[in-house]
């Protein structure tokens, strides 16, 4: 998941000596192992993915109560698990657990200053650094969007900031790919986006709105450059067939520089391993 050495001990080490005290990270950290045998997996795959379920429905109960009552005590621990519910999330097409994931995010802001002195502190910061401001290649077309008549068809500044800032996120994303190693950042610039994106822009998604879509489609290329990681293996391209096919035709237009990166998408697009038999 991670192949910088600092971050490996904390997977390794930190966290499940840390679930000996806070049984919903070991559930969580079992959770993810055992979706993790699944993704390969052939025969055991359905008792893998019940047996995953199983210890990751177990955790949210704890862990509820945990959130309710974070301290300096506890912060580490939840911090780690809502990373854990975020992995699961993406692994298991679970839109409700991402959401939890940005709540807990929310909660953990408190004692932020406590964080970054344990160590966690290079996991915490590693999308806190300063990020190049150059543009990545590909989104200029998101920016003419902007100021297409599609956009200029949704009256107030509230849509218009909401995809701005949707945008930006996704620059610091891309920024986050081209800087560092894709497999150790992966999930971090994944993150950036998914935790940090504004309430109004989800809204927009959600009633498929044509220019949130097209945004969308930027992210699965974004997902798509991750795709040798098990956990977003086949995402990208399932993400874009389902644009593709919510999207108006005169909207096509503004996918070519995610149908250049992905290649062609049918509608008969597989679903990932990990979590085919939740896909329809």
Known sequence: MNHRPEHQQIWRDTFPTMGFSHPFVLHGILA???????????????????RASAHHNVALSSFSAALAQISKDNCM????????????????????????????LAVIKLHWDHLVTTEL???LLIGQRERSKAPVPGLEDLDRLLTS???QEEEGAVFRDACAEAINLLQQAFNELHEAEADSIALTSVHIWLT??????????ASRHP?????????????HLHDEQ?????????????VQTALPAEMNIWLRWPRETIGSVTPSEPCPIAASTLCS
Do not use: C, N
């Not at 979706?35 to 008792?47: F, I």
């Open 196 to 205: 940090t994106i504004p309430e109004r822009f989800i809204s927009l998604l």
């Open 149 to 151: 008549e599609f956009a």
């Open 121 to 123: 502190k290079g996991m």
């Open 32 to 50: 993810i192992s055992a979706l993790h045998l699944a993704a390969p997996a052939d025969s055991a795959k359905e008792a893998l993915l019940s």
């Open 230 to 242: 098990w956990w977003l293996r086949g995402w990208g391209r399932l993400l874009m067939r389902d």
């Open 211 to 223: 220019v949130a879509l097209v945004i969308l489609a930027y992210l699965a290329t974004l997902l």
């Open 77 to 104: 621990a939840v911090f780690g698990f809502s990373g854990l519910t975020s992995l699961y999330a993406l692994a298991t097409i679970s839109v409700q657990h991402e959401a939890l994931h940005r709540g807990s």
